[in-house]
T-cell receptor, first 114, second 117 residues
Framework: AQSVTQLGSHVSVSEGALVLLRCNYSSSVPPYLFWYVQYPNQGLQLLLKYTTGATLVKGINGFEAEFKKSETSFHLTKPSAHMSDAAEYFCAVSDRNYGQNFVFGPGTRLSVLP | EAGVAQSPRYKIIEKRQSVAFWCNPISGHATLYWYQQILGQGPKLLIQFQNNGVVDDSQLPKDRFSAERLKGVDSTLKIQPAKLEDSAVYLC???????????????FGPGTRLLVL
């Protein structure tokens, strides 16, 4: 069965600082990988995803993530944090087969300090 | 383009009562998902529909939860009877399903917040 771990349930950064949110997965074969963001009292919104091709994926709002098969990781980064980035971030994986077995990680709450 | 609609947004019930949630996916989306998100946790997939057929319901507590998607459009999720541990946000999502949902972006509704007393 697949699983997702996100190191750090809460991360705080200063405005303008680098954002690094960690995601590791366990799967017998490389899955599809996703990052979703959830703002307070709202549904989830896709930031970016990796399905195939280039391992460095660029998403919305200046975020990017790199798939590293050898490390079974898909860490999310942003060079310069903005106050509006404060939210809950979820890493997710799914099988490459019909039925998907879609699994979310526990989430990391990002706080941005002025 | 209208997003995924859910109602009600909030619901408070007592344990052992019944409750139902409604979801209207984005027009034309064939795949529909229901998730349960307990406070402080990531969403957990309860059931996935492809049109009006069930793809995955392995994590649906079938003794109390049921879901249907008649005509392959709207969907309802029901809990009967509710328990205290069912307090959570219930999220509905849909995807176009050009590839039967595999690898596709899921579009989420705002969720229904359920409190069971």
């Amino acid at each position: 069965a697949q699983s997702v771990t996100q190191l750090g349930s809460h991360v705080s950064v200063s405005e303008g600082a680098l954002v690094l949110l960690r995601c590791n997965y366990s799967s017998s074969v490389p899955p599809y990988l996703f990052w979703y963001v959830q703002y307070p009292n709202q549904g989830l919104q896709l930031l970016l995803k990796y399905t195939t091709g280039a391992t460095l994926v660029k998403g919305i709002n200046g975020f990017e993530a790199e798939f590293k098969k050898s490390e079974t990781s898909f860490h999310l980064t942003k060079p310069s944090a903005h106050m509006s980035d404060a939210a809950e971030y979820f890493c997710a994986v799914s099988d490459r087969n019909y039925g998907q077995n879609f699994v979310f990680g526990p989430g990391t709450r990002l706080s941005v300090l002025p | 383009e209208a997003g995924v609609a859910q109602s009600p947004r909030y619901k408070i019930i007592e344990k052992r009562q019944s409750v139902a949630f409604w979801c209207n996916p984005i027009s034309g989306h064939a795949t529909l998902y229901w998730y349960q998100q307990i406070l402080g946790q990531g969403p957990k997939l309860l059931i996935q529909f492809q049109n009006n057929g069930v793809v995955d319901d392995s994590q649906l507590p079938k003794d109390r939860f049921s879901a249907e998607r008649l005509k392959g459009v709207d969907s309802t999720l029901k809990i009967q009877p509710a328990k205290l541990e069912d307090s959570a946000v219930y999220l509905c999502a849909s995807s176009p399903s050009r590839t039967s949902g595999v690898g596709e972006t899921q579009y989420f509704g705002p969720g229904t917040r359920l409190l069971v007393l």
